[in-house]
């Protein structure tokens, strides 16, 4: 019997790990295994042609929120190009389905309910012996007599008994990342999540979790993300962890989801020698309202997170991404700007910004006449509506969401975005006023280039103020403009002014001619641009800046930025 385990992923990047797992538990007590992946942007009929290519006896799909339309059209169209085929559905997506899914797909042959190992392993041990399963644990089945549900039964309570995909050469390390977790199950009982149905949490054994990271760091994979739902729930362990990586680590780099108020001093101390570059933390703030963090079942010490955060930002070697969630009961719209802000003071490398998701088994989407929650049906299930906001308010957050990815995440509007906040009172402020200008032009509606979003932010400054505050911002969109993209000539947008005195263009052709000489020496071409400025920071009155473009063969564009 052949089975092909098999996903469609949001981008080709992302490597599965359920399907490695899934395949290396069942190992050959349940007939030939293959695993195939996929995207959701490649043609229906290109993968189905792929699938039936290889002549499988089953085909089982993971399904996620991201995939769960096309996985379905999937499940149609290989039923009906090849009727004896046996269709298996996993995943966080349908572990919550009933019978009626077996109704609207009559292709579906299995359905697994939850962590699928055992359950996948019971149905493909029955098959390949010529057997119906009987009475398996959370596993949903089709028979001549109709469906057939086994009990619910437990997980997997040793990690260790799942053989290591990655020693079995099961995972696919070429993409550039690679997931891996060292526990199931979270301590936590957060209401958006469904890791709150599994509080126990399971960890592979140290020697297991070593293991593994040895083989992934000798590889010299790229990016390493432990999937881990609260990796440091047990500060010991996580500092062992912690502490294998800085001692064996070659040049992988690791991105770890933390709960930043469980950090302790000693945890804090072996971090501050993680070398720079090497550790990313995303940590979920989700709220800063007390009465929205309780109403969500989240028990965290805002204060301890807050000046855990402040420490790690002062040694600035570890990236931190931390996470708000939008539309969470009991916060309103003004109070979301306030998080929004007091969060910024914390000097986030990256802050996301998302409505929250009605998940499929999650405790809040069974408590939403409760909190008068309004939900979109279909994938994503993002929030419409709540007791505190209303759609068009939950536009206007995802919109500044959008622009906080435009801008600060961005890393291009540094300068602009300081001042938007001081000129607006605050970053809310600023951005929701430059999101009311955006969504009235339609900037949301289209991808935007570079030049097109420092357009799009002049649009807003140019209409939105007058006199010295459009001045400033001006300014500092101009500065900001001509670090990260070399100025063309015929090309100089409105906000930058090119017009100097002679003074200032004798002194300018003085320090070009400077830095071509210093460019001959060292190799490479070099451009430049000349521009004033009125109001930058750290800089008394008018300046004139020189921006040298140095691109060396083999790497990237030198952007400088001196005054003359």
């Not at 085929?85 to 572990?95: A, K, Q, T």
């Not at 140290?206 to 432990?226: F, H, N, S, Y």
């Not at 009311?436 to 799009?456: I, V």
């Not at 906000?495 to 210093?518: C, I, K, N, P």
Request: hydrophobic share 40%.
């Amino acid at each position: 019997m052949k089975t092909i385990l098999t996903t469609l992923h949001s981008k080709y990047i992302h490597p599965s790990l359920a399907l490695p797992c899934l395949c290396a538990y069942c190992g050959d007590r349940c007939g030939e295994l293959l695993i195939r992946e996929f995207t959701v942007h490649e043609p229906k009929d290109s993968v189905l042609g792929v699938l039936l290519a290889l002549e499988p006896d089953v085909v089982a799909f993971s399904v996620y929120l991201w995939n769960r339309r096309e996985t379905l059209e999937l499940v149609d169209a290989l039923g009906a190009a090849a009727p004896g085929l046996r269709i298996v559905l996993g995943g966080p997506e349908v572990s919550f389905e009933g019978k009626e899914l077996f109704v609207r797909h009559p292709s579906l042959s299995a359905l697994v309910r939850g962590e699928g190992e055992l359950p996948l392993h019971a149905l493909l041990s029955a098959w390949i012996r010529g057997e119906e399963p009987a009475k398996v644990p959370r596993l949903a089945w089709r028979t001549t007599a109709g469906i057939s549900e086994g009990p619910e039964g437990p997980v997997l309570a040793e990690l260790d008994r799942i053989p290591s995909p990655f020693a079995l050469g099961l995972v696919d390390t070429s993409r550039g990342c690679v997931y891996l977790e060292t526990s199931r199950g979270c301590p936590y009982v957060c209401s958006f999540c469904m890791s709150a149905l599994d509080t126990s949490v399971r960890s592979f054994s140290m020697e297991r979790i070593k293991g593994d990271l040895d083989l992934l760091m000798a590889t010299e994979v790229p990016r390493i993300k432990l999937v881990d739902r609260t990796f440091n729930y047990d500060a010991r362990r996580a500092r062992e962890i912690f502490r294998h990586i800085l001692e064996h680590n070659r040049s992988s780099h690791f991105h770890f989801e933390i709960g930043a108020h469980l950090l302790d001093e000693a945890t804090l101390e072996l971090l501050r020698t993680v070398p720079p570059g090497t550790f990313q933390f995303e940590i979920g703030v989700q709220s800063t309202l007390p009465r929205t963090l309780q109403a969500i079942g989240r028990s965290s010490d805002l204060e301890r997170l807050e000046k855990n955060i402040r420490s790690l930002h002062k040694e600035g070697n570890i990236h931190l991404h931390l996470d708000l969630i939008a539309g969470l009961p009991g916060e309103g719209y003004g109070d979301f700007l306030a998080s929004i802000d007091r969060v910024l003071a914390l000097q986030p490398h990256h802050l996301q910004i998302e409505p929250v998701k009605l998940l499929p088994g999650a405790p809040l989407r069974s408590q939403t006449d409760r909190f008068k929650i309004r939900y979109d049906p279909n994938p994503p299930y993002a929030v419409l509506g709540t007791a505190e906001l209303g759609f068009n308010e939950l536009e206007r957050l995802r919109g500044i969401g959008r622009l906080m990815d435009l801008t600060f995440n961005s890393g291009r509007f540094p300068t602009f975005l300081a001042v938007l906040a001081e000129t607006c009172g605050s970053t809310a402020t600023g951005l929701e006023a430059m999101e009311e200008h955006w969504r009235g032009a339609e900037l949301f509606r289209h991808p935007l280039s570079q030049r097109a979003l420092f357009d799009g932010a002049w649009s807003f400054v140019s209409t939105a103020f007058s006199g010295e505050a459009r001045q400033r911002l001006a300014d500092g969109l101009g500065y900001d403009f001509a670090r990260c993209e070399r100025v063309a000539p015929e090309r100089i947008p409105e906000f930058l002014d090119t017009d100097l005195t002679a003074d200032e263009r004798e002194r300018a052709r003085d320090r070009v001619r400077g830095a071509v000489e210093e460019n001959r020496r060292e190799g490479g071409r070099l451009q430049h641009f000349v521009a004033a400025f009125r109001y930058l920071p750290r800089e008394e009155g008018r300046t004139v800046v020189l921006f040298t473009y140095r691109t060396r063969g083999g790497s990237g564009m030198e952007v400088t930025a001196e005054p003359v």
